[in-house]
């Protein structure tokens, strides 16, 4: 993480099954300038538009906004980034992870905007997901990742098919 | 499925959130003898030891009772299966699934007695979890499978790495 620093550090592990509105800052990110801060945040009151904004960015398919709003209402854990430049606050990032509360977490929907890439915030994200987690007792972080992220991910700490465990996916018959 | 019936398919389709005592049973069964039934469950008042029995017997590593009940609390879905005979029941199988109640589900500790293996038993209980989960609107349903599984499951209908996704594991750096 290196010239890192977050608030989540020193706030305290807020409960992932009942976050707060807790928040981080990033004190310093490469080629951010310096009336801009980078926050993040596990408070789950998120603009569902605004989110939906971010994910169109990415090319992400559109999904219900109904839908979108049960699957953060029922993550373990869900993690924003937010650009804050002056009083004016963009999301930026999201992540979420599913998880039984004990043993097992599932990483889901990790996007950073275009704007703000290359720049280790996606890094940063995860670090900050894989944190939490860790800090629940979770023991075992699982995703899926699609080819153009998986060197994106090994980065971070994550093996594909470790002992030969295959990543499966159910379609109808 | 073919022979298989099951009362699930008749009783409704019960919320997998907010899980009642509803049970399915299976007439028959290959090589099971006729005074035995088969029935499933999605009832979570589960005696935590003799699912500790069920997954001693099959090798698997032992897990803190704690930890165990509190991940079958936090699952979007738990299906059991029964053997009864007379008015003896066992547990002699069992399954569940994470979810974030929208869009997926990641199916976890999949059990099947080794005395009931090579009976179709296994797929009978995928069978049902897979419908009760397509049954609550969930599109996306994985599974990390260990090497010796992964055949099986590929019967079932699940594909390892499709469109070359990858299932990863994070490891402490």
């Given at each position: 993480m290196g010239f890192w620093k977050s608030l989540f550090n020193t706030s305290g592990a807020a409960s992932a099954s009942q976050p707060t509105a807790s928040a981080g800052v990033i004190a310093e990110a490469k080629g951010i300038s310096e009336n801009t801060r980078i926050f993040f945040s596990v408070d789950r009151t998120i603009d569902l538009y605004e989110l939906e904004e971010l994910c169109d960015a990415v090319g992400w398919s559109r999904r219900p906004i109904r839908k979108v709003r049960k699957a953060i209402q029922h993550s373990f854990l869900v993690i924003t980034m937010w650009e804050q430049k002056g009083t004016r606050k963009r999301l930026v990032g999201f992540s979420r992870a599913t998880s039984d509360h004990a043993f097992n977490a599932t990483i889901w929907d990790v996007v950073v905007h275009p704007d703000l890439q290359g720049k280790g915030l996606g890094k940063a994200l995860m670090k900050q997901l894989i944190k939490k987690l860790r800090n629940e007792d979770i023991s075992n972080v699982t995703l899926f990742a699609d080819p153009e992220v998986v060197e994106f991910y090994k980065q971070i700490g994550f093996m594909p098919d470790?002992?030969?465990?295959k990543g499966m996916f159910w379609y109808p018959e």
């Open positions: 470790p002992e030969g465990i």
